[in-house]
């Protein structure tokens, strides 16, 4: 299976905070960055693996700073890790208000994603290959969490 870079597969996203996406504050509701966090990394992994892929698990998430209603979120979404039916994603958000034209850092993420082939059994991935010193850190760091990770599916999927 061909490797893959890490710029093959990049993803960003811009999204506008509607009134339907806001609580009382005018603020937004976590769950819809959550999902469009979610949005961001599932086309940069089904972009690297080109197969169907589910999202296996998404490590912690801290909101960092409100967004309010009219201001634009910006998600950018790379492959950091890849082993061997699954990648990490990471996931970066952004938000700007556009009348002052500011950026505040509102939450990071990682994903991870299990592809799937013939009878939605997990299925082999392509390889990353981190080019660039940043992709480097990023591989490794990915590979600690993976460690880590799985840890904590195995105490959280006991009977
Ligand atoms: C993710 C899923 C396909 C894994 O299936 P499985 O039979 O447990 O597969 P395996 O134990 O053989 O693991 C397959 C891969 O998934 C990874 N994986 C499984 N559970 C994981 C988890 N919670 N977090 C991170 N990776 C996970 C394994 O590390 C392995 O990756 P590798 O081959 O790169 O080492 C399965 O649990 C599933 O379908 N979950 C539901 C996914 C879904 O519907 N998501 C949408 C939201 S509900």
């Not at 309010?68 to 938000?95: H, M, P, Q």
């Not at 080019?131 to 799985?150: G, M, N």
Request: aromatic share 8%.
């Amino acid at each position: 299976m061909k490797e893959k870079e890490v710029s093959d597969s990049l993803v960003t996203m811009t999204e506008m905070v509607l009134p339907t996406h806001t609580n009382s504050l005018n603020s937004i509701f976590g769950g819809v960055i959550m999902s469009w966090i979610d949005i961001a990394a599932a086309i940069c992994a089904q972009r690297h693996c080109q197969k169907p892929v589910v999202t296996a698990s998404i490590d912690d998430l801290h909101f960092i700073q409100p967004v309010y209603k009219g201001w634009i979120v910006n998600l950018k979404a790379c492959v950091n890790f890849t082993a061997n039916t699954s990648v990490e994603v990471g996931v970066r958000v952004d938000a700007e208000n556009p009348i002052e034209g500011e950026t505040f850092h509102t939450a990071s993420a990682y994903l991870t994603f299990v592809a799937l082939g013939e009878g939605g059994k997990p299925s082999q991935v392509p390889s990353i290959v981190p080019v660039t010193d940043e992709e480097k850190r990023r591989f490794e760091a990915a590979q600690k969490r993976r460690q880590w990770r799985l840890e904590r599916r195995d105490y959280f999927s006991k009977k």
